[in-house]
């Protein structure tokens, strides 16, 4: 089981910064990627960014060359550094972990319960 426990949200200016953190605990070693997913009202849950545990990065179209997605794999942390936000970034930022079950030849997702960003424009 993995645990995770986002902070660092809050109400930023248009063109401001923010960086998001990600806590997990409990059987981090299974963890084969992290990421990040948001939520804007009345749109679906969407992807953000994602870092493998081999190192390799996704991001959206829409966030690349503005967000920045790192981890401190010492204190099993993931981090998402936003710059240049806009009111569009506006969402509750969920963060995700995946872990592969060998045995079911497939990924197990956990959450964390979310944490608000609010851009002002």
């Known amino acids: 089981q993995v645990q995770l426990v986002e902070s660092g949200g809050g109400l930023v200016q248009a063109g401001g910064s923010l960086r998001l953190s990600c806590a997990a605990s409990g059987s981090t070693l299974s963890i084969n990627a992290m990421g990040w997913y948001r939520q804007a009202p009345g749109k679906q849950r969407e992807f953000v960014a994602r870092i493998w545990s081999t190192g390799g990065t996704n991001y959206a179209d829409s966030v690349k060359g503005r967000f920045t997605i790192s981890r401190d794999n010492a204190k099993n942390t993931v981090y998402l550094q936003m710059n240049s936000l806009n009111p569009e970034d506006t969402a509750v930022y969920f963060c995700?972990?995946?872990?592969?079950?060998?045995?079911?030849?497939?990924?197990?997702?956990?959450w964390g319960q979310g944490t608000q960003v609010t851009v002002s424009s």
């Open positions: 995700n972990a995946r872990v592969f079950v060998v045995t079911a030849v497939k990924w197990d997702d956990y």
